[in-house]
């Protein structure tokens, strides 16, 4: 069940994690801020490795400037637990003139990125409403002290969802900045630093994501003009160009929303609705690392062709009796031939030479 204040702060309320043994359901744990507040209200949830869970913590109230829990990064392990230690812990040394003025570390959830050749490579990023990145080693988040690195990347930043990739230019996470899509480099140094990456001006308020061809190749970050144009836009991953231009508006878009990739087209959930931006499969390059599930050999055959017409957004209307088109992508011609399986070189035969005939003897002239 999710609970949330219907206009921010609802009165008496902690953030809370829970969680459900799936093996028993009547065995329920969770784990609370210890002072009133403190909401983990970021847009993409709870964010885990595998092994820990990572949640973001806002302001919290009548704390006395002892810290309690909140304007935090929190690592949890299963069940949900806390050790307390500050290994599993991580907050800003200004987090109590956060709570006082209602700045709070939690805007976004916490995004856990890897970067090879960096030291510590294991890193979580949180994005805070006070316009600061901090990156912290999440294997070791510090308890109240400074970050790895931090850099002020706009003014304010809230409620929405981020998104991270790497290509074989560097690593880096994009989000959306107040009027700009923005993307910021992490270094693969020790320590790791924040760098500028790319910006472009964008007309909405809608969260990006990311596709790639095959987890690092072709990254696309996709974002629609929500509440603002309503058209989808894509950017290269690496540079910012502008590599699809939607001209298609659509209807009743909503601020932080993202959209996501499955089956050749790209889906956004509007009010009353789902939008689908409809693509031939071979042109796309949607290979969601986490969520679009398709043939590995299918996932390298997906590329865009910027240059090619662009195809309209459509609704989703279909009868229940109506049966899904199977998609069928049109292989490249040197992938439609069969290849054969090479067997031993034949021994090379003799072949028999004529034998030669008798010059015949010249016959007397007469």
Not at 20 to 41: F, Y
Not at 44 to 68: H, K, L, P, R
Not at 168 to 189: D, E, L, M, P, W
Not at 330 to 350: A, C, F
């Amino acid at each position: 069940m999710t609970y949330s204040g219907y206009l921010g702060d609802c009165g008496n309320y902690h953030g809370w994690v829970v969680g459900v043994d799936i093996n028993n359901p009547a065995n329920v744990h969770g784990w609370a801020t210890t002072a009133m507040g403190g909401g983990i209200w970021g847009h993409s949830g709870v964010a885990s490795d595998g092994t820990n869970m990572f949640v973001i913590t806002g302001n919290t109230f009548n704390t006395g400037g002892n810290w309690m829990g909140g304007e935090a990064i929190i690592r949890l392990q299963a069940g949900p637990t806390w050790t307390g230690q500050p290994t599993d812990y991580w907050a800003p040394v200004n987090w109590f003139s956060l709570d006082n003025s209602d700045t709070d570390l939690g805007g976004v959830s916490a995004m856990l990125i890897d970067v090879p050749g960096a030291t510590p490579s294991q890193l979580v990023l949180a994005l805070g409403k006070d316009g600061n990145a901090y990156l912290l080693n999440r294997n070791n988040l510090g308890g109240i002290a400074a970050p790895i690195a931090q850099l002020s990347v706009d003014s304010v930043i809230r409620g929405q969802s981020s998104a991270t990739y790497r290509t074989s230019q560097g690593t880096y996470f994009v989000f959306r900045a107040s009027n700009q899509i923005k993307a910021y480099k992490i270094t693969a140094t020790s320590p790791p630093t924040i760098v500028t990456a790319w910006a472009v001006t964008q007309n909405g308020q809608g969260s990006p994501w990311v596709t790639t061809t095959d987890g690092t190749n072709n990254a696309i970050v996709w974002v629609v003009g929500a509440q603002g144009d309503g058209q989808l836009h894509g950017y290269d991953g690496d540079t910012g160009a502008v590599i699809y231009a939607g001209t298609d508006v659509m209807s009743g878009t909503r601020k932080w929303n993202s959209g996501m990739a499955a089956r050749g087209s790209i889906y956004v959930a509007n009010d009353n609705k789902v939008m689908r931006s409809a693509f031939p499969e071979e042109r796309l390059p949607l290979v969601l690392r986490h969520r679009l599930h398709l043939p590995r050999p299918l996932q390298l055959l997906l590329r865009l062709r910027p240059r090619q017409r662009q195809l309209p957004l459509q609704h989703l209307h279909r009868r229940p009796s109506q049966r899904p088109r199977q998609l069928r992508p049109q292989l490249p011609q040197q992938l439609r031939v069969r290849q054969r399986h090479p067997g031993p070189t034949p021994s090379p035969r003799s072949r028999a030479r004529p034998r030669p005939r008798p010059t015949p003897a010249p016959r007397p002239t007469l």
